[in-house]
């Protein structure tokens, strides 16, 4: 292990917890004294994923976190939130026990989960996952989160009345 610091390969484990599936390990380099951080997470097998074009991909778990990211972004979510989400999409991934697996499968997960941690983080993420073509179909996707009335997450401002969409589709047209 590099230290982040100096780049030393030199480093002791000073303290190791096991979460979850992952193990963190505080390290100290022997070389600057420097402490950091790492993570080890089991990868039991390679999974590819199948795109809607038929190409196949190997599954990135950096690329899932980037475009939940972007979609909870400037949202106030608590701390490692959506790290925790991934690894739980993750872990789904290699439970299911395939060494396949569709896109729209892995975009079922996240939208099903982002409908449960942020509401606005949901329809950002579903206006680009169901490639929403104008506003009607966004207005329809609002509607029927409000229809469901489904609890709303904690620090979130509830979604507008179908009367205020109503409104600003109206003055969108014009």
């Known amino acids: ?34 402490r950091f951080t790492t993570y080890e997470r089991i990868q039991p097998h ?22 939940i990211h972007k979609a909870c972004e400037k949202r106030p979510l608590p701390t490692g939130a959506v790290d ?4 739980t999409i993750e872990a789904e991934l290699y439970k299911v026990g395939k060494n396949e697996v569709s896109s729209s499968y892995i975009g079922d997960l996240v939208m099903e989960g982002l409908r449960k941690l942020d ?18 179909a966004l207005k329809q996707e609002v509607d029927n989160l409000a229809v469901r009335r489904e ?11 179908s009367e205020a969409v109503n409104s600003l589709v109206g003055r969108k047209r014009r």
């Open 151 to 161: 609890l709303i997450p904690a620090n979130q401002l509830p979604l507008p009345s």
């Open 1 to 34: 292990m590099n230290c982040p610091y100096c780049g030393s390969q030199e480093s002791k484990v000073i303290d190791s917890r096991g979460l979850d599936e992952v193990v963190r390990r505080r390290r100290k380099c022997l070389a600057c004294n420097a």
């Open 119 to 136: 509401h606005i983080a949901y329809i950002r993420f579903a206006s680009v996952y169901r490639e929403f073509t104008d506003i009607g």
């Open 46 to 67: 390679d999974i590819f994923i199948i795109k809607k074009d038929g190409r196949r991909e190997e599954f990135s778990r950096d690329k899932l976190l980037s475009g």
């Open 84 to 87: 925790k989400f991934v690894d």
